[in-house]
């Protein structure tokens, strides 16, 4: 389950677009103007075919960012953009997200989604019980867990297992399950 997620945007009279967000700042480094951002990406691959994109603030402002180089620091990435040149104009990055139209996603196979794919979608059993919305995906050592919510009852975890998932549409946002017994009782 690969992640990226999205963020919705309206600026000035730029009608409302989709992003891919890939990093957020965390922190200046060094002298010359690089910013840290915390990963938000499975593919950092990506950025060897980057040279610009956008920073959305806090706020929401968003501004064009030219990249003129990145290396990778553990489970970070270190970005220098151009026109920051100082400690403090990198500073003012932090709390930035780094996006990218969503039209530039990384493409995925078949039976492969986004976690922002999934959230949102109702979850039923095949035999059409409603269990609830997807509100996220909780990332374990193994399986990765549907995190699935319904005001009547209370969170339910859902291993994203083939034996349990056994559909996903991403035009009616549904998912189709086959619980084993017990597995909604917990």
């Keep these: 389950m690969p992640s990226e997620s999205t963020k919705q945007t309206a600026l000035d ?4 677009e989709s992003f891919v967000i890939v990093a957020r700042a965390v922190r200046p480094k060094g002298l010359k103007g690089e910013v840290v951002a915390e990963l938000l990406t499975d593919f950092p691959e990506r950025f060897k075919q980057i040279d610009q994109f956008f920073a ?4 929401g402002e968003r501004i064009a960012v030219k990249l003129e180089r990145f290396s990778f620091q553990k489970d970070r990435v270190v ?3 151009a026109g920051f040149d ?5 500073g003012t990055l932090v709390g930035y997200e780094f996006v990218v ?14 976690d922002w794919e999934l959230e949102g979608c109702r979850v039923e ?16 050592g193994a399986a990765n867990l549907l995190v699935v919510k319904d005001e009547n009852r209370p969170e339910v975890l859902i291993p994203m297992v083939a034996s349990i998932l056994t559909g996903i549409d991403r035009e009616e946002k549904l998912i189709k399950i086959d619980p084993p017994e017990g597995l909604l009782e917990l």
């Excluded at 009279?13 to 409302?16: H, N, S």
């Excluded at 959305?56 to 706020?59: E, G, K, L, T």
């Excluded at 139209?101 to 986004?114: M, N, T």
């Design 101 to 114: 139209p969503e039209s530039e996603r990384v493409e995925l196979g078949e039976d492969e989604f986004y």
């Design 125 to 140: 059993t095949v035999s059409g019980q409603m269990i609830g919305t997807v509100t996220g995906v909780l990332r374990t």
């Design 79 to 81: 970005f220098k953009l």
């Design 86 to 90: 100082s400690v403090e104009s990198a």
């Design 13 to 16: 009279d730029t009608p409302i």
């Design 56 to 59: 959305i603030s806090p706020r």
